[in-house]
């Protein structure tokens, strides 16, 4: 059993940046390949980026692409989302995700994460 706690987020102007967490605990977490997800106030649940257990292989939703940078320590057990040039549009509630293999379909994943709020103000 793995449990997830994110932390980072906040309330930053258009254009700004800001470093979300996915601290795990509880399991071997290198095993695990991790996937952060949005979800803004009445939309669905999107996925935003992944990464494989060794942190070899990196996925990004093509919004998040060329601004957001997933990466991962797991001597800390940890995944970190690098979020720049952000905009209004990224404002949501942001989750960390687990599972052994990557998928990008959130319905897929095993752990989760309480989520952590970021607003963009424009």
């Known amino acids: 059993q793995v449990q997830l706690v994110e932390s980072g987020g906040g309330l930053v102007q258009a254009g700004g940046s800001l470093r979300l967490s996915c601290a795990a605990s509880?399991?071997?977490?290198?095993?695990?390949?991790v996937a952060w997800f949005r979800q803004a106030p009445g939309k669905e649940r999107e996925f935003v980026a992944g990464?494989?257990?060794?942190?070899?292989?990196?996925w990004y939703a093509d919004s998040v692409k060329g601004r957001f940078t997933i990466s991962r320590e797991n001597d800390k057990n940890s995944v970190y989302l690098q979020m720049n040039s952000l905009e209004a549009e990224d404002t949501a509630v942001y989750y960390c995700?687990?599972?052994?293999?990557?998928?990008?379909?959130?319905?897929?994943?095993?752990?989760w994460g309480q989520g952590t709020q970021v607003t963009v103000s424009s």
């Open positions: 995700a687990a599972r052994p293999r990557y998928v990008q379909s959130a319905h897929s994943y095993d752990y």
């Open positions: 990464i494989s257990p060794s942190g070899g292989s990196t």
């Open positions: 509880g399991g071997n977490f290198g095993v695990y390949a």
